[in-house]
């Protein structure tokens, strides 16, 4: 049944709104986009620490990981080509972002109702990380299969998922920004009913209208972007996703099995401790769901980046006391690698709440209407290339940092978490047609925004409710 609220915004206007079975089942059907994603993330770390798919394709890492321990381990794995197809797949996701936006993360936020907006938006982050961990479990059940077939299965597994978002983009509606901005007017009163669950909906449509009409006065997003006024959405497009990569958490994704086989867990044993993980970022993800649109943005950006500080120290330093410098040790026991395991689960969690959802929900509800083809395309193609460029060098760059890799990424996340804290205005239930009053009122990015670039709500009746932004 369909709950009732009434959302009181910027400028003094109300928009009621209800999570309703309709757009409840849209998002859902929409977040599937998310599950080719994760699938990928989790698939390829795990077939290649199958010694099958090694010894077939790339011989020099299987014989070099076959060493006896006192070889270097940070370097076991050290391949370019490995990696290479590790991280080839967001070459074509990078290209492919200049057209397609990565459209499921706008779809959702122009979908959900301003207060259910995060929860609905994580949607797509939780499909991720289900990807991820359905990947780790049939990576797990795969790598036993006899005859060396097991790669073979899981990487032909992909087909599901593709399948679930091809089905699923033909039945999805459009969104009542996408029918105005065509031109569909009374189909998007009806669709905006529908999402909303209520028919006192004139206000929230003018506002969408208004949003539409200044969208058609932008002939160039590409450059308008540039302008001064939204410098704010731009710098929040290239350094939130650029930010999230230089957590670290794919390369733990990606080689979690890899990771733990280097740290001194058999095959089967480090392709189980990736199931571990997966579970751990499933389960986070839902305590985002369930806080992000109580607790706020800023508050989850916050925590899950001192936790994961923390642990990204503490996962180095136990490789270090282990390994030293030269990379060579003796077994490593049960109690001290389940140690490292459960520093990087804490590490996984923090993300799971925090950087993994919000990396995706804030960049796709910060643009107003004229730019969010532009800034969203920005948004997806900064954290494609990133994706890219850390997954292939992460594996070189453990071999010559050894475990100060791990100092690097904890001082990113330090600068990262700095930057949210004096940069990064509170989002939570702000219809996007309004978001503009929250870099108006803003300490530092007002100075980029005067008034005639405000016209939606009223900028001086916004004081009491964005002065903590």
């Known amino acids: 049944m369909a709950v009732g609220v009434i ?6 206007k109300q928009h009621p709104g209800k999570m309703t079975p309709f757009v409840f089942l849209t998002c859902l059907v929409a977040s599937s986009g998310g599950l080719i994603f994760g699938y990928d993330i989790g698939i390829s770390g795990g077939v290649t620490s199958m010694d099958s798919f090694l010894s077939r394709f790339f011989p020099s890492v299987y014989k070099q990981q076959m060493a006896d321990s006192s070889t270097n381990q940070y370097c076991k794995f050290d391949s370019l080509l490995l990696t290479l197809f590790t ?25 959900a109702p301003a207060f259910l907006r995060g929860t609905l938006n994580i949607g797509f982050q939780l499909m991720i990380t289900v990807g991820i961990l359905a990947a780790n479990l049939i990576n797990y059940g795969t790598a036993s299969i006899k005859g060396g077939w097991g790669w073979r299965v899981s990487l032909g597994l992909a087909a599901v998922p593709a399948l679930i978002i091809t089905i699923g983009s033909l039945v999805l509606p459009d969104t009542p920004n996408s ?39 932008v002939h160039h997003p590409w450059s308008n972007i540039l302008q001064r006024k939204y410098r704010p959405q731009l710098t929040m497009a290239i350094l ?8 670290g958490i794919n390369v733990i994704m990606f080689y979690a099995p890899v990771l733990f086989k280097t740290i001194g867990f058999g095959s089967e044993a480090s392709l ?55 990379g060579a040790a003796t077994d490593v026991s049960k109690n001290y690698a389940s140690i490292i395991v459960l520093f990087i689960c804490f590490f996984v969690a923090a993300f799971a ?20 083809s532009a800034g969203q ?70 100075k980029f925004i005067s008034d005639e670039d405000v016209h939606v709500g009223n900028p001086e009746a916004a004081d009491d409710r964005f002065k903590d932004a």
């Open 179 to 217: 029918l105005i901005e065509r031109g569909h007017d009374e189909e998007a009163k009806a669709m905006l009913r529908k999402i909303r669950g209520t028919e006192d909906i004139r206000a929230e449509y003018d506002d969408l209208v208004a949003a539409s009409d200044e969208a058609k006065s």
């Open 377 to 446: 395309s920005i948004n997806v193609s900064v954290n494609m290339f990133f994706t890219f460029f850390i997954a292939q060098v992460f594996l070189t760059a453990l071999c010559h940092l050894k475990f100060g890799l791990f100092y690097v990424f904890a001082g990113w996340v330090a600068i990262m978490t700095a930057f949210i804290a004096f940069f990064l205005p509170e989002t939570k239930s702000v219809p996007i047609e309004e978001m503009v009053l929250v870099w108006r009122k803003h300490w530092f990015w007002s």
């Open 272 to 326: 189980a401790s990736a199931v571990i993980t997966g579970t751990v970022i499933v389960l986070g993800t839902f305590v985002s769901i369930a806080t992000v649109d109580k607790l706020g943005r800023r508050a989850l950006f916050l925590q899950g980046g001192t936790q994961m500080l923390i642990s990204q120290l503490v996962v180095g330093t136990l490789i270090a006391l282990k390994f030293g410098i030269s």
């Open 353 to 372: 709440w925090s950087w993994g959802p919000l990396g995706w929900l804030v960049p796709s509800e910060i643009f107003p209407l004229e730019i969010r």
């Open 7 to 12: 959302v009181s915004t910027g400028g003094g």
């Open 87 to 111: 991280s080839s797949l967001y070459v074509a996701a990078l290209l492919s972002s200049f057209l397609a936006s990565t459209a499921v993360p706008v779809y959702l936020s122009e979908m």
């Open 240 to 247: 939130i996703p650029c930010f999230q990569q230089l957590t």
